[in-house]
């Protein structure tokens, strides 16, 4: 990802990170600047002013055309409970049809059109585990306005600058995750004369996304089923979409005048985006990695908790900005998986690697260590079928100790973030 760009103001939110609203309120949400013990602002909110509707002038009653009319026979009332049970049927039958509308219009919207090859027909799982083991390539693509790439593939303007490798046990309900830092060395065959970074290959590949694919495929042994691209762009969008995310900040952190204190808050899309971004750390890059594994574990559980309406709402967001070439039936069925899998079973690592010795292309690259990576593909990503003993990774030459997998859980990351709201 590029460095981040500085926002005008950053809505943090309460130092608890929850703002309240007046119950039944219809209201309008105001961001005010105001003193607290935190800094941060304060986020009002006021009963929105209905209009007063005029009074209307009472009818004159008309005289009948031809005489008196003749008496109707009075209405048989229905019985509360038959009008509550019309009612509800009406409104289950008005959701199941918008709903498949919904899902028809986002699954023929979002996957790509018949006739074009899958990342699934050319490098997947196991024939023996299908239907049990999915593996996604998560990437985000990231583009800067400024900047001309002069990139080769038409299916990317931008760079890949986040890289995940999903594991999906949905046999098991388990989500292994592994996050790929955007300046790992891939090699001459991908690099076409670029920066020499993994974050180009599919901007500077013919494949696009699916060369990616096949090179963490061919590499790092792991087998890719499907793929998701997600413009980064989006990212405010969704998180006001939600309402904000409620984010737990483990350190303060401030940058070219943007600044989050640590504690439990809820972030708007400005901030949050602000909160990926930041690379002001000793470890840049490898440290931000850490750091997105806070917002994961919000917004995960901020999705756990979506509605019908909170899908309508973000459909248009992911036709804008989301690709995929999960088939429509699978996705569906991936979603209602995922709703079922603990936070305890949702584990996130990153890729052990070293700094290069010395610069290519006039570039910084980090260099997998091998043996680290090895042993943390069989035991988390490789459990099913035979483990690899050796990877195809290219290497530099180094210096110093690679980094640490950080292996990390859902679970834990939701106990601290807990832990700090009570506390707050």
């Not at 943007?258 to 972030?267: A, I, V």
């Not at 574990?297 to 908790?305: C, E, K, N, S, V």
Request: with cysteine.
């Amino acid at each position: 990802m590029n460095e981040p760009k500085q926002p005008r103001k950053l809505n943090t939110g309460s130092a608890s990170g929850r703002s309240s609203v007046p119950s039944g309120s219809t209201g309008r949400r105001i961001n005010r600047s105001g003193s607290s013990a935190s800094g941060s602002q304060r986020t009002v909110y006021h009963a929105s002013e209905q209009p007063h509707r005029q009074a209307q002038p009472h009818r004159q009653a008309q005289p009948a055309a031809h005489g008196s009319q003749p008496r109707r026979r009075p209405k048989k009332k229905k019985s509360p409970l038959k009008i509550a049970l019309i009612s509800l049927l009406t409104l289950v039958a008005v959701v199941c049809v918008g709903l498949f509308g919904l899902y028809q219009w986002v699954v023929h919207s979002i996957s790509p059109e018949g006739g074009a090859p899958t990342i699934n027909e050319l490098i997947n799982t196991p024939s023996e585990y299908k239907g049990d083991v999915v593996n996604i390539l998560v990437c985000g693509i990231d583009k800067d306005e400024t900047r001309n790439y002069g990139g080769d593939s038409s299916s990317n303007d931008g760079m890949t600058d986040m890289i995940m490798y999903v594991n999906f046990n949905v046999k098991e309900k388990k989500i292994n995750m592994l996050q790929i830092p955007r300046d790992t060395y891939p090699g001459e065959e991908y690099n076409h004369g670029n920066t020499g970074k993994i974050n180009a290959v599919a901007l500077h590949n013919e494949g696009g996304i699916t060369d990616l694919a096949k090179l963490i495929s061919e590499q790092y042994k792991l087998p890719i089923d499907y793929y998701v691209t997600i413009d980064m762009q989006s990212l405010k969008e969704i998180v006001d979409h939600f309402g904000g995310i409620e984010v737990y900040i483990p350190q303060d952190m401030s940058y070219k005048g943007s600044t989050l204190e640590q504690g439990y808050r809820n972030l708007d899309g400005e901030a949050a985006e602000f909160f990926v971004r930041n690379r002001n750390y000793a470890q840049a890059d490898i440290a931000r990695l850490d750091m997105q594994r806070y917002f994961y574990q919000g917004l995960f559980a901020r999705i756990r908790t979506a509605n019908v309406w909170d899908i309508a709402k973000l459909t248009p967001v992911a036709l804008k900005y989301i690709t995929t070439d999960i088939p429509g039936d699978v996705l569906v069925s991936l979603g209602v998986s995922f709703l079922q899998v603990d936070s305890s079973n949702i584990m996130m690592c990153k890729l052990p690697t070293y700094s290069a010795a010395k610069r290519y292309n006039k570039q910084t690259h980090l260099i997998c260590d091998v043996a680290k990576t090895t042993d943390l593909l069989n035991q988390y990503f490789r459990t099913y079928g035979e483990p690899v003993s050796e990877l195809n990774v290219p290497t530099l030459a180094t210096v110093g100790e690679s980094t640490d997998p950080n292996v990390q859980y859902m679970g834990q990351l939701d106990t601290e973030a807990e832990g700090a709201q009570a506390g707050g």
